[in-house]
């Protein structure tokens, strides 16, 4: 005869807590730094489309090489670590 099995846990009656929104203070510095990124990117594409094809395939190779952690390479994430490099973040 098997061991009875235990009953689940009890569900809570109240919904776990959400976390803290960042300030407007904090978005609005994000915001700004992304703005000045993305103003960056197309100064350079139309500045210098030669220079900005360099920084880009630089940026494609260190995500190949698992620059980001080890994950699957995508536009997206290509884009966001081509940005980081524009916003001073390596």
């Known amino acids: ?3 009875p ?4 846990p009890p569900v809570p009656s109240h919904p776990r807590k959400r976390p803290k929104p ?5 978005v609005a510095g994000v915001s ?4 000045q990124a993305f103003d960056e990117w197309m ?3 139309f500045a210098d489309r030669a220079g900005f094809a360099r920084d880009f395939e630089a ?10 952690d080890g994950k699957a390479t995508t ?3 290509t884009c ?3 940005l980081r490099t524009l916003m001073g973040g390596g």
Do not use: H, I, N, Q
């Open 59 to 68: 940026v494609e190779a260190f995500v190949a090489e698992g620059g980001l």
């Open 5 to 8: 099995r235990k009953p689940p």
């Open 80 to 82: 966001a670590a081509y």
């Open 75 to 77: 536009y997206g994430r």
């Open 43 to 45: 100064r350079r594409f």
């Open 32 to 35: 700004r730094t992304c703005e």
């Open 22 to 26: 960042p300030s407007r203070r904090a």
């Open 1 to 3: 005869m098997p061991a």
